[in-house]
């Protein structure tokens, strides 16, 4: 697998900044590009090739800034397109990559080409979205022109009393789908937010909802796998559609033109990730896939806070998870990613580890990043997870809860049941363990007021732990997280033969208590072993008889025999 000269991207390390949340320039309580600017050489020293910056684009923020109004300029409480010009700039001059965000499946309802869209039945740009007149039930009622369900729960189409018809909108009301099938479109699509970017230098894009693009022809009504709703996510018939991989080949035309630049995607559940990422299919370099991600969350995307106990984690499925993406490189010419953290998912050690007490914390972040470092594809590590920062506190009430996802699931269930409080009440319990917001809590700087996030009021509340969980607390200490990670991705890049690029074997993953795999390169291999209790586990695996032949680490520090400790994650490279 071990590529003579890889592309830049399979080693690097990339940092995904989420701008409202990273840091405040100019005390408004929003994060902004000049915020980011400062920490440009924070991001350096943490390990990070590249950067990867969520949405900054002008947007009324329904969905964070995944609503777009306008590719070409910069929402301006973030700043300006000079200020993101400046932090191209600054990246590179450290040699660092800048990846932004490319959301394309669909536009805010207030971008100009929705707006004239809207406008009339025949508008030019009437069928760059998707406009359908109404069905009709036998009552008369008026119904949408088929069952498809949104991704928070409610139909996809919304009925627009100008022009009486519904737009389908598979995320938010404010997020109508662009019609990809038409041709003018896709090519006003690459311009505006491709080109444009890439000549001002960007290095790549993450590409969101990558495999929505392509919609079964005549939109036929959905599976039914969702019993108590009348609207069903489509998945069968939006999902990896007909026309998708042409329309993949043709925007990795508009890639080529720029050179060495990456491309991420973000690929739902069920897809078939080699078609997307084999080199040979020249569609994209890499998948963001959810396998892991989704471990401990109901099935299905509108359902998935519905949790019931079977869908409560266990070590045995986030092992089968792992060795499902890692699997998906061996014997072929496709690339992955490893990743436990995002904006969209809750912090890892509250999900899988253990954020109980200060002690736990710290050692089960390391153990997740042990994880996480020795898996191979390009590493991507989220805001704040360098320095192990968990989810709200469980006396956070609903209304810090910011996220539309939130707010409409738990509004879905007060609805659903007649505001039953025991239904709300596992809702909101879901939600503390799982919801998008624990990812959005602003960054914890230092111990200063506001965790030296904002000198104002931050858009959403600072995390209780700020004055012992922050940047500048683990800076100087050896043994904090923040060590752990800038050492283990160093690790990651000495040992890159196996840790990278390595082919994945597991060697235990039924034990409920230790994860033990192994990663082979061509002349050596890695042996790791996660405990993943809080209490001491026998450990047959790595004797220091092997250690004088290798690189031996321990999430402790140092080694002892025969044993690991609570939380403890050891990694063992040597010849194979
Ligand atoms: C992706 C983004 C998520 C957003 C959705 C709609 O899943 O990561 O934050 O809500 O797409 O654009
Ligand atoms: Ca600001």
């Given at each position: 697998?071990?590529?003579?000269?890889?592309?830049?991207?399979?080693?690097?390390?990339?940092?995904?900044?989420?701008?409202?949340?990273?840091?405040?320039?100019?005390?408004?309580?929003?994060?902004?590009?000049?915020?980011i600017l400062s920490r440009i050489d924070y991001i350096k020293d943490s390990g990070a090739d590249?950067?990867?910056?969520?949405?900054?684009?002008?947007?009324?923020?329904?969905?964070?800034?995944?609503?777009?109004?306008?590719?070409?300029?910069?929402?301006?409480?973030?700043?300006?397109?000079?200020?993101?010009?400046?932090?191209?700039?600054?990246?590179?001059?450290?040699?660092?990559?800048?990846?932004?965000?490319?959301?394309?499946?669909?536009?805010?309802?207030?971008?100009?080409?929705?707006?004239?869209?809207?406008?009339?039945?025949?508008?030019?740009?009437?069928?760059?979205?998707?406009?359908?007149?109404?069905?009709?039930?036998?009552?008369?009622?008026?119904?949408?022109?088929?069952?498809?369900?949104?991704?928070?729960?409610?139909?996809?189409?919304?009925?627009?009393?100008?022009?009486?018809?519904?737009?389908?909108?598979?995320?938010?009301?404010?997020?109508?789908?662009?019609?990809?099938?038409?041709?003018?479109?896709?090519?006003?699509?690459?311009?505006?937010?491709?080109?444009?970017?890439?000549?001002?230098?960007v290095d790549g894009f993450r590409i969101d909802t990558v495999n929505l693009y392509s919609k079964?022809?005549?939109?036929?009504?959905?599976?039914?796998?969702?019993?108590?709703?009348?609207?069903?996510?489509?998945?069968?018939?939006?999902?990896?559609?007909?026309?998708?991989?042409?329309?993949?080949?043709?925007?990795?035309?508009?890639?080529?033109?720029?050179?060495?630049?990456?491309?991420?995607?973000?690929?739902?559940?069920?897809?078939?990730?080699?078609?997307?990422?084999?080199?040979?299919?020249?569609?994209?370099?890499?998948?963001?896939?959810?396998?892991?991600?989704?471990?401990?969350?109901?099935?299905?995307?509108?359902?998935?806070?519905?949790?019931?106990?079977?869908?409560?984690?266990?070590?045995?499925?986030?092992?089968?998870?792992?060795?499902?993406?890692?699997?998906?490189?061996?014997?072929?010419?496709?690339?992955?990613?490893?990743?436990?953290?995002?904006?969209?998912?809750?912090?890892?050690?509250?999900?899988?580890?253990?954020?109980?007490?200060?002690?736990?914390?710290?050692?089960?972040?390391?153990?997740?990043?042990?994880?996480?470092?020795?898996?191979?594809?390009?590493?991507?590590?989220?805001?704040?997870?360098?320095?192990?920062?968990?989810?709200?506190?469980?006396?956070?009430?609903?209304?810090?809860?910011?996220?539309?996802?939130?707010?409409?699931?738990?509004?879905?269930?007060?609805?659903?049941?007649?505001?039953?409080?025991?239904?709300?009440?596992?809702?909101?319990?879901?939600?503390?363990?799982?919801?998008?917001?624990?990812?959005?809590?602003?960054?914890?700087?230092?111990?200063?007021?506001?965790?030296?996030?904002?000198?104002?009021?931050?858009?959403?509340?600072?995390?209780?732990?700020?004055?012992?969980?922050?940047?500048?607390?683990?800076?100087?200490?050896e043994h904090s997280v923040r060590s752990f990670w800038k050492k283990i991705l160093q690790v990651?890049?000495?040992?890159?033969?196996?840790?990278?690029?390595?082919?994945?074997?597991?060697?235990?993953?039924?034990?409920?208590?230790?994860?033990?795999?192994?990663?082979?390169?061509?002349?050596?291999?890695?042996?790791?072993?996660?405990?993943?209790?809080?209490?001491?586990?026998?450990?047959?695996?790595?004797?220091?008889?092997?250690?004088?032949?290798?690189?031996?680490?321990?999430?402790?520090?140092?080694?002892?025999?025969?044993?690991?400790?609570?939380?403890?994650?050891?990694?063992?490279?040597?010849?194979?």
């Open positions: 697998m071990a590529d003579s000269t890889p592309p830049w991207w399979k080693e690097a390390n990339i940092y995904q900044i989420y701008p409202a949340s990273f840091q405040d320039s100019n005390g408004d309580g929003i994060g902004d590009l000049p915020g590249a950067i990867w910056i969520c949405p900054t684009y002008d947007s009324p923020q329904h969905d964070m800034g995944y609503d777009i109004s306008d590719y070409e300029s910069v929402y301006p409480p973030y700043g300006t397109v000079e200020d993101m010009e400046a932090i191209i700039a600054a990246c590179h001059k450290r040699g660092m990559k800048v990846l932004l965000d490319l959301v394309i499946n669909h536009t805010s309802n207030e971008h100009a080409w929705f707006k004239e869209s809207r406008s009339s039945k025949d508008n030019p740009k009437r069928d760059w979205y998707f406009w359908r007149p109404p069905r009709y039930d036998s009552q008369g009622n008026r119904k949408p022109p088929n069952n498809w369900g949104a991704f928070s729960g409610g139909s996809a189409w919304e009925w627009d009393e100008g022009t009486q018809e519904y737009y389908l909108h598979l995320f938010c009301p404010e997020q109508p789908d662009l019609n990809w099938d038409n041709s003018e479109t896709r090519k006003a699509i690459y311009q505006t937010s491709m080109h444009f970017w890439l000549q001002k230098g079964v022809p005549g939109l036929p009504d959905a599976e039914i796998t969702n019993e108590t709703s009348e609207y069903q996510w489509p998945r069968d018939v939006v999902c990896n559609g007909p026309r998708i991989h042409e329309f993949l080949s043709e925007m990795y035309n508009v890639f080529a033109q720029y050179g060495a630049i990456m491309t991420v995607g973000e690929l739902g559940p069920d897809s078939d990730i080699l078609s997307y990422v084999s080199a040979s299919a020249k569609q994209l370099n890499m998948a963001i896939q959810f396998d892991l991600v989704n471990v401990g969350f109901a099935p299905g995307i509108s359902t998935r806070y519905e949790v019931s106990p079977e869908d409560s984690w266990t070590l045995s499925k986030l092992a089968s998870a792992v060795a499902a993406i890692q699997g998906s490189l061996a014997n072929s010419d496709g690339w992955v990613t490893t990743y436990l953290e995002n904006h969209d998912q809750a912090r890892s050690i509250s999900r899988w580890g253990s954020d109980l007490t200060e002690e736990s914390r710290v050692q089960t972040a390391k153990l997740l990043a042990m994880l996480q470092a020795t898996l191979s594809g390009t590493l991507l590590l989220y805001q704040g997870q360098e320095i192990g920062m968990v989810n709200a506190p469980k006396d956070w009430p609903i209304e810090e809860y910011k996220d539309i996802l939130s707010v409409e699931f738990y509004k879905a269930i007060g609805a659903r049941t007649g505001g039953d409080p025991k239904a709300l009440a596992c809702a909101f319990a879901a939600l503390q363990s799982l919801a998008r917001d624990h990812a959005r809590i602003p960054m914890s700087w230092d111990g200063s007021r506001n965790a030296g996030f904002t000198q104002g009021k931050p858009w959403m509340r600072i995390h209780d732990n700020y004055a012992l969980v922050n940047v500048q607390n683990q800076l100087s200490d990651r890049k000495e040992h890159a033969d196996v840790l990278v690029h390595g082919i994945y074997k597991a060697v235990q993953d039924e034990d409920l208590n230790v994860f033990i795999y192994e990663k082979h390169g061509s002349r050596r291999k890695a042996v790791v072993a996660l405990n993943f209790s809080g209490a001491e586990q026998p450990c047959q695996v790595m004797h220091s008889s092997e250690a004088a032949k290798g690189t031996y680490m321990s999430t402790y520090g140092d080694v002892v025999e025969g044993r690991l400790r609570p939380y403890e994650g050891r990694l063992w490279i040597g010849p194979s």
